[in-house]
């Protein structure tokens, strides 16, 4: 039987920042209004649950924009059922947290 | 904000990461370094771009850089949980005797920390008795066993505020103990700079400065032995600078008279140094923890339960071994409390509370009391909760709220299982314990799973 993975609201703040296209650290501190000391903690254990993954930006990339490389986030499959649960629980939380314009990354 | 500014507060942030990444684990450490400087470049970059309120953002690029501790901590916390050795002590045993140990350390370490507890241990076998010195007899009646030969010196003094004419006729008002000779020489106390013995005549009284008062009014002077000054309505000779004073009242300098009145008017304070007969005879400190704990044991059964709670739910009992490491475990566990208890109350009650008040005495006693029978209480909560066999905490729950209001608790090792009662009933008020076979062990091998709350 599958185990399901209830969220805090903070942790399902975290998620729907990302799946809304906030999807480095600072900008989901930014758009959750937590602190750092929460969040990359919590991106560390929903990484560790395979929530979401990340992938650090190529090093060229940042080198033509003169700016450290970045690491990205993005939600796994079992992270957007989790966060589609976590929706439910949280019904607030797509208004809290829209989402916005995506860039390619 | 000037560019120096600017630079050190970029400096300081950086240093903040560094003091964290030393809290994350070595191998993970340049990762993670990279990781959050490459985040703290964004952060000062969106933090300048504030321009008049760049002040609240180097607040907010600081935040963010505490913020790197927790982080650092939870990797930390996350490898300690990974290690087999650290997952084999928990609820083990010696995990408990360890913390105890730790606890033992910890009390009695802190007692070098508190100054109230350091003068407490340098000045045991000392008696000080506040009385009034106009009554020369009481010193006789105040102190007992001083007769009876459990004092082997006593010293007084009067402390009084006095006017002082040091080098360039300057004047000051000192706080000034007039005391016997023997003052220093009774407790102990050093003195620095003092002169041979034969080094200043003895025609004055002699003087000697607080540290405070040394450095202050004289510029730490090293060569301030020998001096003359007026002291009130006589002259006395500086004879040393004196450390740190703990006895009661604030003093600036202590002016040691030959001819001290201890019969003059006015209250002061009596010294008795105890002979170790007298020191016994009129208590010790390990005397009231003594008392508090047999207090402590004699109340604990009104209070609380002190069964062990090794009742078998069938015919099965553990081994001699068994029955005799759970023992033992048991008795190290009190073994190790009464130092804690007597520790602990030491820091607690005179840590707070000024040196030889009767108040001390009283709260070290309620002290001792109090943390001897939490403290019992709390080893024979523990040792009802281990498994006979392992005497691993047994947390892992079997079976929850069904309608028989029993609770079972199952040994992680796969042991034993533990009933609990949750509404005491005649045929069933005591938990019991049942042994599990080897066939029970291959289900626990496996880590649990469930719901998580993440």
């Not at chain 1, 501190?29 to 395979?50: C, F, I, K, N, Q």
């Not at chain 2, 370094?33 to 690029?61: A, F, H, N, P, T």
């Not at chain 2, 820091?347 to 509370?353: E, G, N, Q």
């Not at chain 2, 008040?357 to 281990?386: E, K, M, N, T």
């Given at each position: ?10 942790t ?5 920042a ?7 650290g ?7 209004g937590?602190?750092?000391g ?19 930006e190529r090093?060229s990339i ?6 450290p490389?970045?690491k ?23 208004r ?10 | 904000m ?11 942030h ?11 684990p ?22 300048r771009s504030?321009?008049s309120?760049?002040?609240g ?9 505490l ?19 650290l ?13 105890l ?19 407490e241990?340098?000045?045991?076998g000392?008696?000080?008795?506040s ?5 020369s007899a ?13 004092v082997?010196?006593v ?19 000192w ?6 000779p023997?003052l ?8 620095r ?6 080094g ?17 009014d ?43 009145d ?14 170790p007969?007298g ?5 010790p400190r390990?005397a ?7 207090l402590?044991?004699?109340?604990l ?9 090794e009742y ?20 190290a566990?009190?073994?190790?409390l ?19 008040s ?27 909760q ?22 079972e608790?199952?040994?992680?090792s796969?042991?034993?299982?533990l009933y609990?009662p949750?509404l005491?009933?005649?045929w ?10 080897a066939?029970?062990r ?8 469930g719901?998580n709350?993440?």
């Amino acid at each position: 039987m599958p185990t399901e993975t209830k969220l805090r609201h903070s942790t399902a703040m975290i998620l729907q920042a990302i799946d809304a296209g906030y999807v480095y650290g600072f900008s989901i501190m930014a758009m959750t209004g937590l602190p750092s000391g929460t969040v990359y903690p919590a991106m560390r254990r929903l990484e560790e649950d395979e929530l979401v993954r990340s992938r650090w930006e190529r090093q060229s990339i940042a080198d033509r924009e003169q700016r450290p490389p970045r690491k990205y986030f993005e939600l796994t499959a079992a992270g957007l059922a989790t966060l589609q649960s976590s929706r439910r629980r949280y019904p607030l939380l797509e208004r809290l947290i829209p989402a916005k314009e995506r860039k390619p990354v | 904000m000037t560019d120096l500014l600017a630079s050190i507060l970029r400096a300081v942030h950086v240093g903040l990461l560094r003091g964290a990444s030393f809290l994350a684990p070595d191998e993970l450490r340049a990762e993670w370094m990279q990781d959050w400087q490459s985040e703290l470049w964004y952060v000062q970059r969106e933090c300048r771009s504030m321009g008049s309120r760049r002040l609240g953002g180097e607040v907010k690029v600081a935040a963010f850089c505490l913020g790197a501790y927790q982080d650092a901590l939870y990797l930390r916390r996350k490898e300690w949980r990974e290690r087999p050795l650290l997952n084999q002590m928990r609820g083990s045993a010696s995990a408990c005797l360890f913390s105890l140990a730790a606890i033992l350390a910890g009390s009695y370490g802190a007692g070098f920390l508190l100054p109230g507890v350091r003068a407490e241990r340098h000045l045991s076998g000392y008696r000080l008795y506040s009385v009034p010195l106009a009554r020369s007899a009481m010193l006789d009646e105040k102190m007992p066993g001083y007769k009876a030969g459990y004092v082997d010196g006593v010293a007084t003094y009067r402390i009084s505020r006095e006017r002082i004419w040091a080098a360039q006729n300057a004047r000051n008002e000192w706080m000034v103990a007039h005391a016997t000779p023997n003052l220093f020489t009774l407790l102990d106390l050093p003195v620095r700079f003092l002169p041979p013995a034969r080094g200043l005549p003895r025609d004055l009284p002699n003087l000697i400065l607080s540290d405070e008062v040394w450095r202050r009014d004289f510029g730490g002077d090293r060569e301030i032995a020998g001096r003359v000054v007026r002291v009130g309505l006589r002259t006395a000779r500086i004879a040393g600078v004196a450390g740190s004073w703990r006895l009661p009242g604030k003093v600036d300098a202590w002016l040691l008279e030959s001819d001290f009145d201890s019969g003059a008017d006015g209250a002061g304070h009596a010294i008795a140094h105890l002979t170790p007969s007298g020191d016994f005879k009129t208590g010790p400190r390990w005397a009231i923890s003594l008392f508090a704990i047999l207090l402590a044991l004699l109340s604990l059964p009104a209070l609380t339960s002190i069964r062990k709670g090794e009742y078998a739910a069938g015919y099965q009992a553990p081994s001699r071994k068994s029955r005799l490491s759970r023992w033992a475990f048991l008795l190290a566990k009190i073994a190790m409390l009464i130092p804690i208890v007597y520790f602990t109350s030491i820091d607690i009650a005179y840590s707070c509370v000024s040196l030889f008040s009767p108040v001390s005495g009283y709260l070290h006693f309620a002290c001792s009391f109090a943390i001897c029978l939490s403290g019992i209480d709390w080893i024979f909560r523990d040792q009802r909760q281990r498994c006979p066999i392992c005497l691993r905490r047994v947390t892992h729950p079997a079976k929850v709220g069904q309608p028989s209001m029993i609770f079972e608790l199952i040994c992680a090792s796969g042991h034993t299982l533990l009933y609990l009662p949750d509404l005491p009933s005649d045929w069933f008020s005591a938990q019991r314990w049942l042994y599990l076979d080897a066939s029970w062990r291959f289900m626990l091998a496996a880590p649990a799973t469930g719901m998580n709350e993440r």
